[in-house]
Nanobody, 123 residues
Framework: QAQLVESGGGSVQAGDSLTLSCAASGLNFNLFNMGWFRQAPGKEREFVAAVSNWSGTRSWYRDSVKGRATISRDNAKNTVVLQMTNLKPEDTAAYYC???????????????WGQGTQVTVSS
């Protein structure tokens, strides 16, 4: 049974940095694109970043985090990491790790989801 467990969330000040980690188990990690999504209260879950399967040579970011976020994967450890810098209050949300096959930026193409980790950015 596939399991994704996020860690690293917390409460920070605007301008701070944060690293989110996701540990995967019960799936063939290499096969999956790995992505991060977020959901703020009252809003739909939205794409944040993704890294391609296997060697992870391709990555994608939503426009609002480009230049502030870096996603990476470690296939030996079955982990994916999202590093975010210069955090803004509008980054406040629950962040979810997901494993998918297909379109890396499409929520519908993700098959497995973690429980989420909260990130709160204060101004």
């Amino acid at each position: 049974q596939a399991q994704l467990v996020e860690s690293g969330g917390g409460s920070v000040q605007a301008g701070d940095s944060l690293t989110l980690s996701c540990a995967a188990s019960g799936l063939n990690f290499n096969l999956f694109n790995m992505g991060w999504f977020r959901q703020a209260p009252g809003k739909e879950r939205e794409f944040v970043a993704a890294v391609s399967n296997w060697s992870g040579t391709r990555s994608w970011y939503r426009d609002s985090v480009k230049g502030r976020a870096t996603i990476s994967r470690d296939n030996a450890k079955n982990t994916v990491v999202l590093q975010m810098t210069n955090l803004k209050p509008e980054d406040t949300a629950a962040y979810y790790c997901a494993a998918g096959i297909g379109r890396a930026q499409e929520r519908a193409d993700y098959l497995h989801w973690g429980q989420g980790t909260q990130v709160t950015v204060s101004s």
